[in-house]
């Protein structure tokens, strides 16, 4: 084959090579991602309530698209593009991926069906491989969560692949919560109920347009209460759970009931 044939040279000549353009490509797309990931959390956090999610889930969006023109841009800049010349860096990226970037690649891909599927958004509350917290951010590679007691956990995309997702608001500005209380089973259910509803109803804290719900089971320990209801705001959900359970106690022993400690397997229930 003669090597000195345009399809033959993978990459153009050094001279015809712009390195100032590609610097400035890739400084641009920087610093656009840069003010994007900076401004747009700035922004959501002192807009409306209702439009924080859609602020904070255009991040990775916007990230994305800059990315991929990015690189559309520069490739044409530094490889002789031809048929032939694309079968080889497939060839040779394939084998990259296969035995050196296996994961990282999997996980940019689910990365990148994470961006469309939205299993999770900047802004969710999710939990994934034991670890509950909000998302803070959506990177290309992993997801950046930050748990009730301050901790930022990172877990890359690739748990997408064989691990469940629970999403407690999927999108939307609250989510429920629900407090548990176990009570002797000697007392009168209907007043309970009613003392734990108007509880939930009075807290301020509450979302008015979300139901107020009260479900009761008996278990070998006891009567088990569930109070199910939304915060208008799900940053305030452990203030809104702390809030129930403190007026609730006062609420359950005026209705003559008496709480009892139940076994943690059984608060699970």
């Known amino acids: 084959?003669?090597?000195?044939?345009?399809?033959?040279?993978l990459i153009n000549d050094i001279q015809d090579i712009s390195f100032l353009k590609l610097a400035l490509i890739v400084l641009g797309t920087w610093l656009i991602i840069f003010v994007v990931r900076k401004s747009f959390p700035y922004i959501a956090e002192r807009g409306p309530s209702?439009?924080?999610l859609y602020v904070l889930g255009a991040v990775p969006l916007i990230r994305l698209v800059l990315l991929v023109g990015a690189v559309l841009w520069i490739i044409p800049i530094v490889f002789n593009i031809t048929f032939q010349n694309f079968l080889v860096i497939a060839g040779a990226a394939s084998v990259a991926i296969g035995f050196a970037f296996k994961d990282y690649v999997s996980s940019l891909i689910a990365g990148t069906?994470?961006?469309?599927e939205k299993p999770y958004r900047p802004g969710d509350w999710i939990e994934i491989g034991g670890d509950y917290g909000e998302v803070q951010s959506v990177g290309?590679?992993?997801?950046?969560?930050?748990?009730?007691?301050?901790?930022?956990?990172?877990?890359?995309h690739i748990r997408l692949w064989d691990q469940n997702v629970s999403n407690g608001n999927d999108g939307t500005r609250t989510l429920m919560?629900?407090?548990d209380f176990f009570l002797a089973p000697d007392h009168d259910a209907?007043?309970?109920?009613?003392?734990?509803?108007n509880i939930a109803l009075t807290s301020a804290y509450l979302d008015y347009d979300r139901p107020v719900l009260v479900m009761l089971s008996e278990t070998p320990w006891g009567t088990h209460y569930k109070l199910k209801a939304?915060?208008?705001?799900?940053?305030?959900?452990?203030a809104f759970v702390s809030d129930l359970t403190v007026r609730g106690k006062g609420a359950i022993r005026g209705a003559g009931?008496?709480?009892?400690?139940?076994p943690a397997a059984m608060a699970d229930t």
Do not use: H, N
């Open 1 to 9: 084959m003669d090597q000195d044939t345009p399809a033959a040279r």
């Open 50 to 52: 209702r439009a924080r």
């Open 113 to 116: 069906v994470a961006i469309f």
């Open 140 to 156: 290309m590679r992993a997801i950046r969560l930050r748990t009730p007691s301050d901790d930022i956990v990172t877990v890359p």
């Open 177 to 179: 919560c629900v407090t």
């Open 190 to 197: 209907e007043a309970v109920r009613a003392a734990l509803r």
């Open 230 to 238: 939304y915060p208008f705001d799900m940053r305030d959900q452990f």
């Open 257 to 262: 009931g008496r709480q009892v400690t139940a």
